[in-house]
């Protein structure tokens, strides 16, 4: 069974960069046709898209989020990552990575992991 | 302001008959296909109707999805109270070309 799990701070200072990584089990990251991303949900609002990645091709941005986001992938450790820089309050949510069965079904998802901005 | 409408709020008895509806435009939901999302409390999110109206393994037939140009529904039959919680719908928007959510809608059972 495949299993994702998200690690990383819990807390980050405002202006600094927001860091986590996705840990996959249970099958492999270069998973022919599956992409890898990473999806939000602020406290009391919806879901957002943050960006997706194909183990060997281009990572998709959120346009809202392109400027300060980072996706890669570590095909050696079967994970990926993300970074987001210059975090405000605004960016605190509760961060999931999920496997895509193409660019918008996230079909297994991660437990999620609570990132607050907070001085 | 999502690019997907969604109701904020509909509610149900238990056995009841439901639907949630998600209003888009030509650039999302008039070309490419629709997903629906459930979000209960304390836990991650399911693919609950993939491509419009198909349904990943697992889930129940009491959950449909329909379609028809810029709009679709989610339809929850049998209503139960573990199915309280939020319902997202989403698409690719090739507009922005970017994967977008509507606003959300929570399901409370009465």
């Known amino acids: 069974q495949l299993q994702l799990r998200e690690s990383g701070p819990g807390l980050v200072k405002p202006s600094e960069t927001l860091s986590l990584i996705c840990s996959v089990s249970g099958g492999s990251i270069r998973s022919t046709g599956h992409y890898w991303g990473w999806i939000r949900r602020p406290p009391g609002k919806g879901l957002e898209w943050v960006g997706n990645i194909y183990y060997n091709g281009s990572p998709y941005y959120n346009p809202a989020l392109k400027s300060r986001v980072s996706i890669s992938v570590d095909t050696s450790k079967n994970q990926f990552s993300l970074r987001l820089n210059s975090v405000t309050a605004a960016d605190t949510a509760v961060y999931y990575c999920?496997?895509?069965?193409?660019?918008?079904?996230?079909?297994?998802w991660g437990q999620g992991a609570l990132v607050t901005v907070s001085s | 302001q999502s690019v997907l409408t969604q109701p904020p709020s509909v509610s149900g008895t238990p056995g009841q008959r439901i639907t949630i509806s998600c209003s888009g435009s030509?650039?999302?939901?008039?070309?490419?296909?629709l997903n629906w999302y459930q979000h209960l409390p304390e836990t991650a999110p399911k693919l609950l109707i993939y491509?419009?109206?198909q349904r990943p393994s697992g889930v129940p037939d009491r959950f449909s999805g329909s379609k028809s140009g810029t709009s679709a529904s989610l339809a929850i039959s049998g209503l139960q109270s573990e199915d309280e919680g939020d319902y997202f719908c989403s698409v690719w928007d090739d507009s922005l070309n970017g994967w977008v959510f509507g606003g959300g809608t929570k399901l409370t059972v009465l």
């Open positions: 030509s650039s999302n939901l008039g070309r490419n296909p």
């Open positions: 491509t419009n109206t």
């Open positions: 999920a496997r895509l069965m193409g660019v918008t079904e996230a079909d297994y």
